[in-house]
């Protein structure tokens, strides 16, 4: 989710984006998006446990948010027990926020793939 919100043209439910707004407010805006992507690549990284290759998408539109994304990869990947945790913590708390609102794990068809 970008740190502005989702576009009005976003096929995101309704409840989704209100769970999405409380786990911002959990985490904190400065944050969130980074630990949206170095959840995401460690996610992926242990999903293919041993070869470490996994294609994760993050969509970016300008040079500020490659660098922070390169740094969500970075903490995704930092061997610093007190930052592992803090990621670990601040994932918990915006998954928390879909558990409370019935939205984890929500998927939907957006009829948009060409």
Same mark, same amino acid.
């Given at each position: 989710?970008?740190?502005?919100?989702?576009?009005? *043209?976003?096929?995101?439910? $309704?409840?989704?984006?209100?769970?999405?707004? #409380?786990?911002?407010?959990?985490?904190?805006? $400065?944050?969130? =998006?980074? =630990?949206? =992507?170095? *959840?995401?690549?460690?996610?992926?990284? #242990?999903? =293919?446990?041993?070869?470490?290759?996994?294609?994760?998408?993050?969509?970016?539109? +300008?040079?500020?948010?490659?660098? #922070?994304?390169?740094?969500?990869?970075?903490?995704?990947?930092?061997?610093? $027990?007190?930052?592992? $945790?803090?990621?670990?913590?601040?994932?918990?708390?915006?998954?928390?926020?879909? #558990?409370?609102?019935?939205?984890?794990? *929500?998927?939907?068809?957006?009829? +948009? *793939?060409?």
């Amino acid at each position: 989710m970008p740190s502005t919100g989702l576009p009005a *043209w976003h096929p995101a439910p $309704e409840a989704l984006r209100v769970a999405v707004r #409380e786990a911002v407010r959990g985490i904190g805006s $400065e944050q969130a =998006v980074a =630990v949206a =992507v170095a *959840w995401s690549v460690r996610l992926a990284a #242990e999903a =293919v446990s041993g070869t470490g290759r996994m294609p994760v998408v993050v969509g970016m539109s +300008n040079l500020r948010e490659v660098h #922070e994304t390169i740094a969500a990869w970075r903490w995704a990947n930092d061997q610093d $027990e007190g930052r592992r $945790e803090e990621l670990e913590h601040k994932a918990a708390l915006a998954q928390a926020a879909f #558990e409370r609102t019935g939205t984890a794990g *929500w998927t939907w068809s957006s009829g +948009n *793939w060409v």
